[in-house]
C-alpha cells in the first residue's frame, strides 16, 4: 500500500495581477490531501473519497485505458483523466486498485484544495506501479486533472502543491523557490461565499482594458508589493509583511474582487492584532489570509470565527508532496 | 438683518493623494450652513448656534477688536478670530451684532462643515457692515477661521464652499472650475467613528515615505483616475463615474484609511444599487458617497441606515456662498 499527500498553496501577493505577467508569491501550508491506494485482485479501479459528500465509484480498468471516462461527477472525472493519461504514457495500469481520498484542505475557497489531491494521486499511482519519477512528472500528470478541472490554470497550484515551500512565479518567466525560513502563522479565514474564478479574472480582466492607463500602474505597484514583500520574507520582518499584505488587499480590492463577508474576515483580524490580512486567490468571496505572532493567534481564530468566517490556523510548508509505502 | 448661507463639500476624488501635489475633484453639495447677522443697540456680539449643544454666547466689541478672545469653545473661537480680522482690515466693528448659526451639515465627517459656517459667517459680516466684497475676500476671512480650526487646511474646503460647483484642485496648480452638469443624486452614509484628519493624513504619509516605490504608483493611479473621472462628468456617463469611485476606494484602502463601518456602509450602496461607492475624506470614519440614479436612491438609502450609517440624499450645488439683506 503507498499513501501519498500534497499540501495545499495559498497566494501571499500577485493573484490576479500574474494574469498579465506580473509577479506572485505562493507557499505551500500544513493543511494536506492524502491518497492512499493499494492494489485489490480486480479489474476494477475503485476510488473513495470524502470530498464534497463521500462516495465509492468502480470503474473497470479497460474503460479508463480506452478513456471512456465520462458521466462521472466534476470531482472524480479528472481523477479518471489522470489514470487515463497514466496508463497512455506508461501501459502499466493491468492491475485493479483501491485508492481512498481524504483532505483537510477547504474546498472552493481558493487554496488549491483540488491541485493537491491531483498531486497526491498522480505521485501515488505513479509510486504504486514502481514507475521512477520526479516531481515533474507528478506536476506533468496532476495538470491534466487541474485542466479538465478549471479550464486554463496558471498551474501555481499544482507546482505549490508538488514543490512545497514558497514560491516566486511570473508567467513568462515560470518558477523560482524562495529560500527563506517563515515561521510566522498564517490564518486562514474561509467564507461561505461561493465564486467562480473564471468569474472573477474575467470581470477583473474587463476593468484593467476599460481603464488601462489607470490599471497599469496599479499592476506595476503589484511588483512593487512583491519586491518588497521579498526582502521582508528574506530578513523575517513580519510587521513589513503584515504591512504589504494590508496595502496588497487595497490593490486588489480597487479590483473589484473584495466583497463585504471579506472585509468583515480582514478587518476582525486585524483588528484581533493581525500585522495585516488581505484576500486570497481570486475573490469575490473564498479566504482570507491573516499574518500574526503566536501571541495573537487565539484572539484572531476567534474573531474570525465570530464574524461569519472558518478559521484554521496554518504555517508555511517546507515540503511539497510526499509518498511512502506502508507495511501492510 | 443679513442672512448669509454657504455650502458643504464632498471630495469625489483624490483626498490623500493631494497632500502629495496630486489632483483632486471636490464638489458642493445642497447640504448648508445659514447665518444670519443683525446689528443690536448694545457694544456687544452675540453669537448663538445650534452647532453641537445650542449655546449663546456675548462678548464685548473691543475684546474682539483687541484679539482677547481665547478661552471660549472650539467652534466659537474662529469665530471670534474671523471678527477680529474683520475689525483689524475695516475698522468697522463699532456696532453690536446679533449672530445666530443653523447648520444642516453633520459635524466631523469630512463635508467641511466648519469650514462653510466661516464662509457664511464672513460674508454675513462684510455684507452686515456694507464691505464690497468678492469671493477671494470670503474665502481670506473664512480661511483664518479654518487655520485655527484646523491647522494647515488646504482651502479645499472654504473654496469650494464659496464658489459651489465642482472644481479641479492641485496644491501646486490651485483650482479649476469644472463646467459641467451632473444632476444624478449623491448619497452620503455616515459613521458613527470618530477620527482626526490631522491623524489620518500623518498615517498615510507615514505609510508612503515607508513604501515609496510602491505608493508613488499608487499616487500616479490617482491622476489617471481624475482624468478618466473629469471625461466621464463631461459626457454625464455615471456608470463610469461608478467605477471609477469603486477603483479609487480601493487605493484609498490600500493606504490604509477604510474602516470595517466605512465597508458596510459601501458595499450596503453598492449591494442596492449605487453605480459606486468611496469614502469620502479623511477616512478612518467619517463618510461615504454613493451615486446612483433616482430609482434606486431609497433602497440605497435604507441599506445605508440599515448597516449603522445615517444617509442623505445630496445634489451637486452649483451656487456658493449666498448673502442676501432681509427686510425685518
Excluded at 179 to 190: D, E, R, T
Amino acid at each position: 500500500m503507498v499513501v501519498a499527500s500534497a499540501p495545499a498553496k495559498v497566494i501571499l501577493f500577485g493573484e490576479h495581477f500574474v494574469v498579465e505577467d506580473k509577479f506572485a508569491i505562493a507557499a505551500a501550508i500544513n493543511l494536506r490531501a492524502k491518497v492512499f491506494a493499494d492494489f485489490n485482485d480486480s479489474n476494477f479501479i475503485s476510488i473513495s473519497s470524502d470530498i464534497n459528500s463521500p462516495n465509492t465509484i468502480k470503474i473497470p480498468i479497460n474503460m479508463i485505458i480506452s478513456g471512456d471516462i465520462h458521466g462521472y461527477s466534476p470531482s472524480i472525472t479528472p481523477l479518471l483523466l489522470i489514470l487515463h493519461e497514466f496508463s497512455f504514457k506508461h501501459h502499466l495500469l493491468d492491475r485493479g486498485v483501491d485508492i481512498s481520498i481524504k483532505s483537510e484542505i477547504p474546498m472552493g475557497a481558493g487554496l488549491g484544495s483540488s491541485a493537491a489531491v491531483f498531486v497526491a494521486f498522480s505521485a501515488a499511482i505513479l509510486k504504486l506501479y514502481n514507475v521512477k519519477f520526479n516531481l515533474y512528472d507528478v506536476i506533468e500528470l496532476a495538470s491534466k486533472g487541474e485542466s479538465l478541472a478549471h479550464g486554463k490554470p496558471s498551474g501555481i497550484d499544482a507546482t505549490i502543491s508538488a514543490f512545497g515551500g514558497i514560491l516566486l512565479y511570473r508567467r513568462s518567466q515560470g518558477f523560482n523557490r524562495l529560500n527563506v525560513k517563515f515561521n510566522a502563522p498564517i490564518i486562514l479565514g474561509i467564507t461561505p461565499e461561493h465564486r467562480s474564478t473564471a468569474d472573477m479574472v474575467n470581470k477583473v480582466l474587463k476593468l484593467k482594458y476599460k481603464y488601462p492607463s489607470i490599471f497599469n500602474l496599479i499592476y506595476d505597484a503589484n511588483d512593487k508589493i512583491v519586491e518588497e514583500a521579498i526582502n521582508a520574507l528574506i530578513s523575517s520582518d513580519i510587521n513589513r509583511l503584515g504591512e504589504l499584505l494590508n496595502i496588497s488587499h487595497g490593490l486588489l480590492s480597487s479590483l473589484g474582487i473584495s466583497t463585504l463577508n471579506l472585509e468583515r474576515l480582514i478587518y476582525a483580524a486585524r483588528n484581533a492584532g493581525a500585522y495585516g490580512a488581505k484576500v486570497t486567490g481570486a475573490g469575490g468571496g473564498g479566504a482570507i489570509i491573516a499574518i500574526s505572532n503566536e501571541s495573537t493567534v487565539s484572539s484572531i481564530l476567534k474573531a474570525i470565527n465570530d464574524n461569519g468566517g472558518k478559521a484554521i490556523i496554518s504555517y508555511i510548508s517546507d515540503y511539497g508532496v510526499n509518498v511512502d509505502e506502508c507495511s501492510n
